[in-house]
């Protein structure tokens, strides 16, 4: 038997306890490996301004001693989705005022699944923002919004119906419910054996994948539909793809299709684990297309599309050195640990785990250059409105 084979493979019905981007404030966390996702929703701050010019403002007749409710779903652990909140309570403070309104207050709820660190986002908030005890005690700062976590999975419904006027979401919609049943099941045509994600994969298990991103998208959209006010619209973003075939992964496809594909294989190759083991494994991650995400839109019917298009982000990679072939594996690596680093522990372990990372870190090397020009993600932004 191969070391580590003892490991229990996570099921599907223990993923929304587990996942959770790599928390803390460490090398490999996602507080300190989102600086490309920072950069990729700055360029889309356009975006989400028209969005945020569709919800209603309600005046204080009509709406007397009610916040304004804004939500970040997928808000992870690190600086951005504080920054978001900001920019949408600053853009919606200045609609109030430009219409001769009064600003009502303001409530922020930062959501994410339980495993979330969300001890590392509080510690961020302002006017905390990180700093020492010291500077806490001294700051003069305010927040200029309530602020509370919410725990739970945005296929379900989070909040009282009717209560949120705006809904946020960035870099989440693309993780999954779940692995797809049939692509873990040895008898089924699904079945993905040889790979831990999608890319390059079979006919049938892209099918399977994209079925199972369809069905989740659709039970996100019913929740949200019941959630927000009347008036309230919603800002979407999600790895998306420019390819009409689903396993043709793009930018998610070079990140774990290939080097990180491999490092799998080398762990089965060295006797570590089993090839059973590395099948057991596979990332929940769908970019989708245009026509996937459009398709569950019109048929849920609750939304209209005020903009749906494929937005070019750039590279998940930040960099100071583009001609230093080791800073950039170690950035593949990183990256890669940060977002996916959690499910691998828990399926192979600690140690076994840094030897994977160590090995993709290894292997990216002799294809720095190629991973910083072709590694680009494309995103789905979708601008959408209750019907």
Not at 25 to 46: E, F, L, T
Not at 362 to 368: C, G, N, Q
Request: proline residues 4%; hydrophobic residues 40%.
């Amino acid at each position: 038997m191969a070391k580590g084979d003892s490991t229990v493979a996570v099921p599907n019905m223990k993923l929304e306890k587990l996942l959770c981007m790599k928390g803390g404030k460490g090398d490999a966390s996602y507080a300190n490996n989102s600086q490309a996702q920072a950069m990729h929703a700055r360029s889309m701050i356009h975006l989400l301004e028209e969005t945020l010019d569709r919800v209603h403002l309600m005046g204080s007749s009509s709406s007397p001693g009610l916040p304004f409710q804004v939500v970040d779903l997928g808000c992870s652990s690190g600086n951005n989705t504080i920054h978001t909140i900001e920019v949408i309570i600053k853009h919606m403070t200045k609609r109030y005022e430009s219409s001769g309104l009064e600003p009502p207050e303001f409530s922020a709820f930062f959501s994410d699944l339980p495993s979330n660190d969300f001890n590392t986002l509080f510690q961020l908030l302002p006017p905390y923002g990180g700093r020492s005890m010291e500077q806490c005690l001294a700051a003069t700062g305010h927040r200029s919004y309530f602020a509370a976590g919410v725990p739970g999975s945005f296929y379900r419904r989070l909040f009282p119906a009717r209560s949120i006027d705006v809904f946020h979401s960035a870099f989440s919609l693309h993780w999954l419910s779940q692995v797809p049943e049939s692509v873990l099941d040895k008898r089924s045509a699904a079945y993905n054996e040889g790979r831990v994600f999608i890319h390059g994969a079979s006919e049938e298990t892209a099918n399977a994948y994209r079925k199972q991103f369809q069905t989740d998208l659709a039970a996100f959209l019913k929740a949200r539909s019941q959630e927000m006010k009347t008036g309230g619209s919603m800002f979407l973003v999600c790895l998306g793809r420019t390819s009409v075939d689903p396993t043709d992964q793009g930018g998610a496809g070079l990140l774990f299709g290939t080097h990180f594909q491999d490092a799998w294989d080398d762990l089965v190759q060295e006797g570590l684990i089993t090839d059973e083991k590395r099948d057991s494994f596979n990332i929940p991650v769908y970019a989708s297309s245009l026509q996937d995400f459009k398709e569950v839109v019109e048929a849920d019917g609750s939304f209209v599309i005020n903009k749906l298009q494929v937005f070019k982000g750039g590279s998940p990679l930040v960099v100071n050195h583009p001609e230093d072939a080791a800073e950039i594996s170690q950035s593949l690596a990183n990256t890669c640990r940060s977002v996916a680093g959690v499910l691998v522990d828990a399926h192979i372990g600690d140690r076994l785990s840094h030897e994977l990372f160590l090995r993709l870190e290894r292997r990216a090397i002799s294809h720095a250059k190629e991973l910083l020009e072709k590694l680009q993600f494309f995103h789905i932004v979708a601008s959408l409105s209750l019907a």
